[in-house]
T-cell receptor, first 114, second 113 residues
């Protein structure tokens, strides 16, 4: 157990629907990162939050949004889902902004859009 | 745009043999990470390399970083079947107010008896 908790582990939903993925960072970590892993795109950075504030943004689609709450857990919202959004979504956390102490990954949420 | 390239992408080796995985990246960075991923599982941190010339070893794996050449290597010594997995290198890029990891494509390692 890495200490980063992601729920749910698996999600199957239909095209056009909206889902929310949840991440609790490792105790003491203030930064949360979201990554998408798919066969064709590999591992892609989506977004970073630090202590509740958005700090870095990758190629995150406009249909996707995220936030980090005061208790430091984060949610990734995916809407108007398409077949191509099927992927493994990872959350990672680190103690500070720059990753000098490394990044710890959760076990991921496997999203299947049918 | 930062690009990270690994080679080889697929590696099949015999138990007991040695081999090296290479990770090249396109822009300056002094922070490089190696991860292991088993099929359908999470990314397990193997090494964090934070400076030029850094070398770290854990069991049969040794990683090094040459920031001037923009190259990291992951050396496998006397491979065993349990090392079969996909190995990723990732380079950290610090931005104005945050950071991100850019991953290589991954090297799928199969160790045969």
């Amino acid at each position: 157990d890495s200490g980063v908790t992601q729920t749910p582990k698996h999600l199957i939903t239909a095209t056009g629907q909206r889902v929310t993925l949840r991440c609790s960072p490792r105790s003491g970590d203030l930064s949360v990162y979201w990554y998408q892993q798919s066969l064709d795109q590999g591992l892609q950075f989506l977004i970073q939050y630090y202590n509740g504030e958005e700090r870095a943004k990758g190629n995150i689609l406009e249909r996707f949004s995220a936030q980090q709450f005061p208790d430091l857990h984060s949610e990734l919202n995916l809407s108007s889902l398409e077949l191509g959004d099927s992927a493994l979504y990872f959350c990672a956390s680190s103690p500070e902004i720059g990753g000098s102490y490394g990044y710890t990954f959760g076990s991921g949420t496997r999203l299947t859009v049918v | 745009e930062l690009k990270v390239e690994q080679n080889p992408l697929f590696l099949s080796m015999q138990e007991g043999k040695n081999y090296t995985i290479y990770c090249n990246y396109s822009t300056t960075s002094d922070r490089l990470y190696w991860y292991r991923q088993d099929p359908g599982k999470s990314l397990e941190s193997l090494f964090v390399l934070l400076s030029n010339g850094a070398v770290k070893q854990e069991g049969r794996l040794m990683a090094s970083l040459d920031t001037k050449a923009r190259l990291s290597t992951l050396h496998i010594t006397a491979a065993v079947h349990d090392l079969s997995a996909t190995y990723f290198c990732a380079v950290a890029r610090r931005e104005t107010s945050g950071s991100r990891l850019t991953f290589g494509e991954g090297t799928q390692l199969t160790v045969n008896p």
